[in-house]
């Protein structure tokens, strides 16, 4: 079988005018609230992808910034399984493919810019480009980071918290398009480009378990902001 070409594809940064914070279902990344972002433009930070895939590799592997990392990542796992699925049940590719995966970003990792969210929008765009796989990408996006699925689309996005338990309805919506308001300019200073302490991942556990306020802001909160920032967008 004759070696695929290498497929790049770069995705932008997203940052989240209401905040999606805390999760419903872990596994699957549900949220528990809907979320609103406006994308960045790539030509100041992105993340940048290239996949290959090809019958003599022998088995996954990924490189990350330059460096050589594990695969044993479960979102990464979760990520290229339900692209390896899609591609199987819907072309016929061969889904079982090995994959090689170099990623990096221009700007810092995990200090707070939603590196995660454009790396795992970038990933997935570009499995789908490897393996031919067409259609929504967002369901398979929101496993790896839960905003990546808002990075793969520009302007302003809606993730949908959705209510089925499979998530098949937790996608997300472009809502107004990159040209909506053109003079819209986003300044970003980069105070510290250290790690952060505290992920995510692990502040939203800590909120979910400990904070009655988070529940007022999913119940009370979040819907008359949404609707008030959909107004103010579309004056």
């Given at each position: 079988m004759k070696m695929a070409s290498p497929v790049t594809c770069i995705a932008p940064v997203n940052i989240a005018v209401i905040k999606y914070w805390g999760k419903r279902d872990e596994k699957l990344i549900l949220p528990l609230n809907d979320s609103l972002s406006a994308t960045l433009s790539t030509e100041q930070m992105h993340a940048k992808t290239t996949?290959?895939?090809?019958?003599?590799?022998?088995?996954?592997?990924?490189?990350?910034?330059?460096?050589?990392?594990?695969?044993?990542?479960?979102?990464?796992?979760?990520?290229?399984?339900?692209?390896?699925?899609?591609?199987?049940?819907?072309?016929?590719?061969?889904?079982?493919l090995k994959v090689h995966v170099c990623s990096e970003n221009n700007f810092p990792t995990a200090a707070g810019?939603?590196?995660?969210?454009?790396?795992?929008?970038?990933?997935?765009?570009?499995?789908?480009?490897?393996?031919?796989?067409?259609?929504?990408?967002?369901?398979?996006?929101?496993?790896?980071?839960?905003?990546a699925c808002r990075s793969l689309m520009g302007g302003f996005v809606r993730w949908m918290k959705g209510t089925q338990n499979d998530g098949s309805d937790s996608i997300a919506e472009q809502v107004f398009d990159?040209?909506?308001?053109?003079?819209m300019r986003v300044l970003i200073l980069v105070v510290s480009d250290s790690r952060k302490k505290v992920s995510s991942t692990s502040g939203m556990q800590l909120s979910v378990k400990t904070s009655d306020l988070l529940k007022h802001r999913v119940q009370n909160v979040v819907p008359q902001r949404t609707k008030e920032i959909y107004s103010g967008f579309g004056e």
């Open positions: 996949v290959m895939i090809s019958p003599n590799f022998t088995k996954d592997r990924i490189w990350l910034n330059g460096k050589e990392e594990s695969f044993e990542n479960p979102r990464l796992i979760a990520c290229i399984r339900e692209i390896r699925k899609r591609a199987s049940s819907t072309n016929g590719k061969n889904g079982e810019l939603a590196s995660s969210a454009a790396g795992y929008a970038c990933l997935v765009y570009t499995l789908g480009k490897a393996f031919g796989v067409e259609g929504d990408l967002t369901t398979i996006a929101r496993q790896g980071s839960g905003s990159e040209n909506h308001w053109p003079n």
